[in-house]
């Protein structure tokens, strides 16, 4: 921190790969002052065609990633990789890190082999976080669809991979489901904030057509679903931004985040800038910096 998710670690990407360090990122932080950075893959994640070779990759990292926090662990915490799409690898390796690893949360990526994080494959991994009350940190990856000439991922593919995630938790029913879960947005959500009235719009007739065809369902309408939520504000806490997600998301519910190593230190701190300058409570900026991050993970507060 500043918040729990400032990003580190190795991330690859079909168009770009990134490099990382234990020196690089103290570094990093502390020329930025931030205290605490969580350690987490991005995408492409380890899941690249061969299961047995993700489930190997996956412990590899994790294991890694809890040797620097044994080591460190003021400056750095843990959200362990898994192997989605494969849920039986999944569910062993989330086991692992919770119990041996003690990881302090787990990342998923936004969508696996093009299914999104509410479907129901996936829901014995959900249960299973659910009865660990997990925090789960959802980054966006590649959206399942070929990426348009001229136009970078990041730009709008990431934040629209972001948004389909979270309705899709939303609209299966997941986010009733499983309380338990904690699960945190990458990017400030994505187009989150911003849609949030189209949101309740498809939860209400997502629930009209349910009526419909079956007598009962557990798709409830809650317009405060999107308060459940957290939200880091990684490369989107300028002014253009803050204002959306301030009007939709709980106070204590937003993280500082910085994206590093994926974005480049000079787009860290151009976000940096807009967000030191953006007139905020010095309570509410507190908590975004730090506070609201020991809420979620006591463990650093010491």
Known sequence: MRGPAARQGNSSRRHRSTTWSESEAVDFMDRRGI???????????????????ARTWAREVNEYGAEIVRRRPD???????LTLPDVDGALTEAEYALDALHADGIVLLANNDGRYLGDPEFTPL???????????????????????????SFAA?????????ALSLILSGAMHRYPGITFILAHAGGFVPYIASRILLTMFLAKTSAQQQLPADDT????????RFYYDVALSASPASLPSLLAVAEPDHITY????????????DFI???????????????????????????????
């Not at 249960?127 to 970078?152: C, D």
């Not at 967000?275 to 010491?302: C, H, M, Q, T, V």
Request: hydrophobic share 40%; aromatic share 8%.
């Open 35 to 53: 205290r605490t950075g969580i350690l987490s893959l991005s995408t492409p994640g380890v899941c690249l065609g061969d299961t047995a070779e």
């Open 75 to 81: 400056r750095f915490g843990l959200f362990a990789t």
């Open 126 to 152: 959900l249960e299973l976080l659910h009865e660990r009350e997990s925090v789960v940190f959802v980054h966006p990856g590649e959206l399942p669809a070929a990426p348009v000439p001229g136009i970078p």
């Open 220 to 227: 409830a309408v809650d317009p405060t679903v999107l308060k």
């Open 157 to 165: 593919d990431f934040l629209l991979d972001t948004t389909r995630t």
């Open 257 to 268: 985040g910085s994206d590093f190593p994926f974005a480049p230190a000079a787009a860290v």
């Open 272 to 302: 940096n800038h807009e967000y030191e300058n953006y007139p905020l409570d010095d309570s509410l900026r507190a908590a975004i910096d730090r506070g609201n991050a020991e809420a979620l993970f006591p463990r650093l507060k010491a």
